[in-house]
């Protein structure tokens, strides 16, 4: 799942129908939202990954994002949130709020994303499991 970051000057139709401001929402804002109803974490990381598609390497182009996990993945992680939040289940005040981490931090295998740091060296490496911190905020 992912953190707002993006410096958006075109925006998309996604985002529009959301009335967010992506690069500004604070989690808090987000979470408000999410226990209120206004959103859904579904309709946030449709969002996020509208945004990291249209200008990561298109549109402004800002190369930020070296990996993404699968599309089908997160999307069906954050129906199960969504579903947890519906039925009172929540696991933290960040519950269906999505994150993005640096590539320092190492994520399960499972999800197909290169824990390189940034390094050439590094490339291809493959990481038993998650860091501690994403088992936290999973």
Known sequence: MLLSLFFLSIISPVVLALDIDLFTATA???SYRLEAGQISSVRLVEAYLAQIEA???HGLN?????DAAPRRRVLDQAAR?????????????????PILVKDNIATHPSLGMQTTAGSFALEGSVVPDDAGVIAKVS
């Open 28 to 30: 808090e804002e987000l």
């Open 55 to 57: 200008h990561n390497r």
């Open 62 to 66: 800002l190369r930020a994002i070296i």
């Open 81 to 97: 949130l969504d579903y947890e939040r519906r039925v009172g289940s929540l696991r933290s005040r960040l519950h269906g709020v």
